[in-house]
């Protein structure tokens, strides 16, 4: 009815006959004002388009700054912003900011890598994986590079993500071991691919290392690798590289190596566990309070410590340094008295308290090594007359001679 309006009133025009709008009016059901715009602009009027604003649109210079880095995905920048602002103080969810950034002119960023799901039992199987040579800056400019080491289970999707300095062997079984001490027990089986970690390649083939094969039986599981090329077999813990990605959206905002370590292992892990699963449509933590049920017992903590390549114990004393050989590294005067667990990984020192990280130290042939904040909050409890400024400057150079002396 409207195209028959607009046709009839173009010919009307074309042959400079002047339209009767009441007729039309009678004969089309729309009012005669409306008939007379339609005319005038030879169809329907384009609609002026309003100025439109967005809550969003106060934040957008931080936002275009997340988004420089090609590395980090609208969801990534969303979880910086909700850690960063809380949750409450953000104009919306992430369907808010993806449908706002598309409004604005950003592309769609997809990838679509087509396989076949395939759904395993509860308890059966855990996926594990390197997400490798990542690196990213801390705020004073120092580049870090590390590893993620990844585990996944098949049956609810519960990701842990654990930082890793290298990716030796001896690191893959820490990490293994921190990895399944988390989840509070053992899957039946585990996949992974051929990597160099556990797989030695020689001219006859391929034989997976001693101390990875008895690491499997003593926790009575199968260790299972995916064949060459198809990465889609343990695509469940695959597809958790998209919430490891999202620490490239703290490049340059992080403090030190122990905020890195704690951002991964404890805030993107527990976040990306209360995603919701596109898979089984119910976030990984939800799911997982069944699987966990039908998880193995771990095995004897003794047992598990005999594979770290050393583990010591240590009361801390009132100096705040740990003994390890033949020097000795600080931790802060809190963790006095405490019973801490020290345990050397390549060239670190990582040192827990109840499995809590609390402290990281280069390993150094130096004798005496403080990290300055825990000298500093030492000497300030001693010196609690002395303004903070000065403990500082005291702080610095005492550590300086303790550097002279330990080199002596």
């Known amino acids: 009815m409207k195209r028959n309006l607009i046709g009839e009133l173009r010919i009307m025009k074309d ?218 077999t343990k695509g469940k813990d695959e597809n958790a590289n998209k919430f490891i990605k999202w620490i490239y959206a ?9 905020e890195l370590i704690d951002l991964i292992e404890n805030n993107i892990t527990s976040e990306s566990n209360r995603q919701i699963n596109t898979g089984t449509g119910l976030p990984p933590s939800t799911l997982f309070e069944k699987e966990k049920e039908y998880l193995k017992p771990l095995p004897n903590k003794v047992l598990l410590d005999s594979y770290l390549e050393e583990h010591y114990r240590q009361v801390v004393p009132p100096t705040q340094l740990v003994y390890y050989k033949g020097s000795k590294y600080s931790l802060g005067s809190r963790y006095i008295g405490e019973t801490v667990d020290i345990y050397p990984v390549s060239n670190k020192l990582f040192i827990y308290l109840k499995h809590q990280l609390i402290a990281i130290h280069n390993i150094s042939q130096q004798k005496i090594n403080y990290h300055l904040e825990d000298y500093k909050e030492g000497l300030g409890i001693r010196l609690s007359n002395k303004e903070s400024n000065q403990i500082e400057i005291m702080a610095k150079e005492n550590l300086e001679r303790l550097k002279v002396l330990g080199k002596e």
């Open 15 to 232: 042959l400079g006959i002047k339209p009767n709008f009441s007729a039309l009016e009678r004969e089309y059901g729309k009012d005669r004002h409306t008939i007379k715009k339609y005319y005038d602009n030879d169809g329907i009027p384009k609609r002026k388009k309003r100025c439109q604003t967005s809550k969003w649109d106060p934040i957008i210079e931080e936002i275009n700054d997340l988004l420089k880095n090609p590395l980090v995905s609208y969801k990534a920048a969303y979880q910086y912003l909700k850690n960063t602002k809380g949750e409450d103080n953000l104009p919306g969810d992430y369907n808010s900011l993806r449908n706002y950034l598309w409004s604005i002119g950003y592309k769609k960023r997809k990838h679509t890598t087509p396989h076949v799901l395939y759904e395993t039992p509860p308890g059966k199987q855990g996926q594990f994986d390197w997400k490798e040579d990542m690196k990213i800056h801390l705020r004073d400019g120092t580049e870090i590079s590390f590893n993620v080491f990844s585990m996944t289970l098949g049956y609810s999707r519960e990701h842990v993500f654990i930082y890793s300095p290298h990716k030796t062997t001896d690191d893959l079984i820490h990490s293994f071991i921190k990895a399944i001490n988390k989840y509070g027990g053992v899957c039946e089986e585990y996949l992974t691919d051929n990597m160099s970690a556990i797989v030695s390649l020689k001219k006859d083939g391929k034989s997976i290392y001693p101390k990875i094969h008895q690491l499997f039986k003593d926790i009575r599981s199968r260790l299972r690798l995916s064949r060459v090329k198809t990465p889609q």
């Open 250 to 258: 703290y490049d340059y905002k992080l403090k030190d190596e122990l």
